[in-house]
C-alpha cells in the first residue's frame, strides 16, 4: 500500500521558517519524481517545487530564492525548506510522487503565516 505522509506544517510569522517532511512508502522512492504542491481557499492548487530522481529541481517564481526542496533516498523522505515566509505563502500544501503512470498525494499539511 502507497503511503505519503507530509509533516511539519504550523504557524509562523512572516519572514520565519518551516521545514516540511513527506515520508513515501510502498513504493521504490528513488524511481520516483517528487514535487511539493499547495493550494490556498479559493483558489487553484499550484506547484511550488519539484525534483527529479536525479536531483534536478524546478520552483516557481514566487517561492524562487526562498524554498529549497531536497531528497533523501535512503529515508524515502523529501522536504521543503522554507524560508523568509511570507502571507501569501499560507495553503495547505501537497506532497506528489510521480513515476510515469503512477501518481500518488499526500493528505497535506496546512502552513499558516501571519503576524
Known amino acids: 500500500q502507497v503511503q505519503l505522509v507530509e509533516s511539519g506544517g504550523g504557524e509562523a510569522q512572516p519572514g520565519e521558517s518551516l521545514r516540511l517532511s513527506c515520508v513515501i512508502s510502498g513504493v521504490t522512492f528513488n524511481f520516483y519524481g517528487i514535487s511539493w504542491y499547495r493550494q490556498a481557499p479559493g483558489k487553484q492548487r499550484e506547484m511550488v517545487a519539484s525534483?527529479?530522481?536525479?536531483?534536478?529541481?524546478n520552483y516557481t517564481d514566487s517561492v524562487l530564492g526562498r524554498f529549497t526542496i531536497s531528497r533523501d533516498n535512503a529515508k524515502n523522505t523529501a522536504y521543503l525548506q522554507m524560508d523568509n515566509l511570507k502571507p501569501e505563502d499560507t495553503a495547505v500544501y501537497y506532497c506528489?510522487?510521480?513515476?510515469?503512470?503512477?501518481?500518488?498525494w499526500g493528505p497535506g499539511t496546512q502552513v499558516t503565516v501571519s503576524s
Open positions: 525534483i527529479t530522481t536525479s536531483g534536478a529541481t
Open positions: 506528489n510522487a510521480i513515476f510515469l503512470v503512477l501518481n500518488y
